[in-house]
């Protein structure tokens, strides 16, 4: 993985970790250690999950950039559907608290694309290759 997917992801998971400690002190205190509980496994399925995603669509978009922006729209809308679905698998658990752990599942995914997106924001990543300096120039197949 490249220096600057690299630094994203950090970017991306650092402040989702941050939330999650947060949401699991807040839980713990409202809803005891059940509720501690759901929000570190919330937090750790956010940061899987988005993660997971985040990675390929980096592969994807080295390998087939024609369809980088639609397989961006599709991997969102499966990470969210994903996300719903681990949602009512576990709504009515006993190993942790559910309300916890819903809120936050979505703090969380609101950190993580919040926080990934100020991270591209400000990533100086170039979008078209520059010419190399110093050799030849490549010839176009024009004389003139």
Known sequence: MP???VRILLQAAVPTAAVGAVAAVVSGVVAGGKGAIGAVVATLVVILFMGIGFYILQRTAKSLPHLFQAM???LYAAQILLLFIFMAAFKNTTLFHPKAF????VAGTLAWIAAQTRAH???KILYVEPEPTGGKPEKSGHSS
């Open 3 to 5: 220096s600057n997917d």
């Open 72 to 74: 961006g729209l599709m």
């Open 102 to 105: 819903a809120f936050t599942l």
């Open 121 to 123: 924001m400000k990533a």
